[in-house]
């Protein structure tokens, strides 16, 4: 137990999936997990415990930005001992040739700062996920016939932003996608020696001002979660 999970010992499985929403790792949990659990209800941050074909997953909800997700990773790192950490959630398109309900695979996430910066100090340290991983979700999402993308994303540190140049910038040198969270957890996954990725799913593109209405993004999620779980257990 943490200040912020309050799961005993054995609780959290070695494997955690990590939505931003409580409600979305709930809807992910009772859809995809056998004999869930609830385990963690501190701060409503929901977090369910059960199983992918024999395989033990926690689904835990990390909240919104890199700040909120650095103290659920941090935690469930050092004292839940969790090996594999996979942010699932949904995120911005940057480039014209994705669409809505597309799959992002984030190879590197680029940031103006992340709660890391701090340690880094005057280094521009490059996050990127676990290669294993991505090449088992890029091949799970091909022969599920998902339209993927993989390459870099941008995590950014506000929701509303007033940096129309700085989205130039990243669409001009090709980041496919905008979220809030995925850079902070490659960082603390190599300060660790733990392995992460990053699986999205386009729910809005920052060029069409398309978006996903309410209504149909947990049907369009589901496959994000599908993707997420071949690739952590092959």
Same mark, same amino acid.
């Given at each position: 137990?943490? #200040?912020?999970? @309050?799961?005993?010992p054995?609780?959290?499985a070695?494997?955690?999936?990590?939505?931003?929403d409580p409600?979305?790792?709930?809807w992910?949990?009772?859809t995809?997990?056998?004999?869930a659990?609830?385990?963690?209800?501190?701060?409503g941050?929901?977090?369910f415990?059960?199983?992918?074909?024999?395989?033990?997953?926690?689904?835990q909800?990390?909240g919104?930005?890199?700040p909120?997700?650095?103290?659920?990773?941090?935690e469930? #790192?050092?004292a839940?001992?969790?090996?594999t950490?996979?942010?699932?959630?949904?995120?911005g398109?940057?480039?014209?040739?994705?669409?809505?309900?597309?799959?992002?695979?984030?190879?590197?996430?680029? !940031?103006?700062?992340?709660? !890391?910066?701090g340690?880094?100090?005057?280094?521009?340290?490059?996050p990127?996920a676990?290669?294993?991983?991505?090449?088992?979700?890029?091949?799970?999402?091909?022969?599920?016939?998902?339209? *993927?993308?993989?390459? @870099?994303?941008? !995590?950014?540190?506000?929701?509303?932003?007033e940096?129309?140049?700085?989205t130039?910038?990243?669409?001009r040198?090709? #980041?496919l996608?905008?979220?809030?969270?995925?850079?902070?957890?490659?960082?603390?996954?190599?300060?660790?020696?733990?392995?992460?990725?990053?699986?999205l *799913?386009?729910?809005?593109?920052?060029? *069409?001002?398309e978006?996903?209405? !309410?209504?149909?993004r947990?049907?369009s999620?589901?496959?994000?979660?599908? #993707?997420?779980?071949?690739?952590?257990? @092959?």
């Open positions: 137990m943490t #200040i912020h999970i @309050g799961a005993n054995g609780d959290i070695e494997t955690v999936l990590m939505p931003g409600y979305r790792a709930k992910a949990a009772e995809f997990l056998d004999d659990e609830c385990v963690n209800k501190v701060r941050m929901l977090g415990t059960g199983t992918w074909k024999g395989n033990r997953v926690t689904i909800g990390s919104m930005g890199m909120s997700l650095s103290i659920y990773a941090n469930l #790192i050092t839940f001992n969790a090996q950490l996979i942010r699932i959630g949904s995120c398109a940057m480039q014209e040739d994705i669409a809505l309900r597309d799959i992002i695979i984030a190879m590197t996430a680029s !940031s103006l700062s992340t709660p !890391s910066r340690i880094f100090k005057e280094i521009n340290f490059a990127c676990d290669y294993h991983m991505l090449t088992r979700a890029y091949d799970a999402a091909v022969a599920k016939g998902s339209k *993927t993308h993989v390459g @870099g994303i941008y !995590s950014s540190d506000v929701f509303y932003d940096r129309p140049d700085l130039q910038q990243m669409q040198h090709g #980041i996608g905008v979220e809030m969270e995925a850079a902070e957890l490659y960082n603390l996954a190599a300060r660790h020696k733990r392995r992460a990725l990053a699986v *799913t386009v729910s809005d593109h920052l060029i *069409t001002k978006e996903l209405p !309410s209504s149909e947990e049907r999620f589901g496959e994000m979660v599908e #993707i997420a779980l071949t690739a952590a257990f @092959g």
